[in-house]
């Protein structure tokens, strides 16, 4: 139980395209989601917090208007990378936070989605 | 302060050795502390997790233990194998906002 999907597992765009990644919770419904980055060989980093039918909750230092979240459904949210850009390559995780989690506070990651902007 | 540190940065392990990873935080607020496993080009995976009232949690070959009053956590794998080489991230949040602060990670190599 608790599986987490991303989809597609890996993408590869023109410079200027925009992007759309799915992160599903399978088996389990999520009324936080969480978008991370990792950039080869570092740590991940919170992008956002996404709440099931509310904007989402940006970390500091991140665009906005560049990284697009929707969390339209309790198993389902979207990151949006708008006009990609190479610098925007990188590696994203989803995660998804149990609407019973309670006391335990497991989050479950996805696998991630590869993005090579060229 | 949302830092949490961890080291070492790698460490090399023989078959059957301990191998073992600190994480310090400064953030008194943090009330859950997860370690995650992750092997390359895949997300990371729920090892262990302990809260600040307990000083030791064993799951199979995996330990942590906490020490609240150093603000000190470690994990401690035990009869270490080829097949645990993978990066290590330990992580922390807190009620009010579960979003994980990670850990800078460690790359565990276990030799044959």
């Known amino acids: 139980g608790a599986v987490v999907s991303q989809h597609p597992s890996w993408v590869i765009c023109k410079s200027g395209t925009s992007v759309k990644i799915e992160c599903r919770s399978l088996?389990?419904?999520?009324?936080?989601m969480f978008w991370y980055r990792q950039f080869p060989k570092q740590s991940l980093m919170l992008m956002a917090t996404?709440?099931?039918?509310?904007?989402?909750?940006?970390e500091q230092g991140v665009e906005k208007d560049k990284f697009l979240i929707n969390h339209a459904s309790l198993t389902l949210s979207t990151l949006t990378v708008t006009s990609a850009h190479p610098e925007d390559s990188s590696f994203y995780i989803c995660?998804?936070?149990?609407?019973?989690?309670?006391?335990?506070?497991?989050?479950?990651f996805g696998p991630g989605t590869r993005l090579t902007v060229l | 302060q949302q830092q949490v540190k961890q080291s070492p940065q790698s460490l090399i392990v023989q078959k059957g050795g301990i191998s073992i990873i600190n994480c310090a935080y400064e953030?008194?607020?943090?009330?859950?502390f997860p370690w995650y496993q992750q092997f390359p080009g895949k997300g990371p995976a729920l090892l262990i997790a302990?809260?600040?009232?307990?000083s030791e949690k064993k799951e199979g070959r995996f330990t942590i233990s906490f020490n609240k009053s150093a603000k000190q956590f470690s994990l401690h794998i035990m009869d270490s194998q080829p097949g645990d080489s993978a990066t290590y991230f330990c992580a922390a949040s807190m009620a009010g906002r579960r979003a994980l602060t990670f850990g800078s990670g460690t790359r565990l190599q276990v030799q044959p």
């Open positions: 302990i809260r600040p009232d307990v």
């Open positions: 953030n008194t607020a943090f009330d859950y």
């Open positions: 088996d389990f419904q999520a009324t936080t």
């Open positions: 996404s709440n099931e039918g509310s904007k989402a909750t940006y």
């Open positions: 995660s998804a936070l149990p609407r019973t989690s309670g006391a335990t506070d497991t989050q479950y």
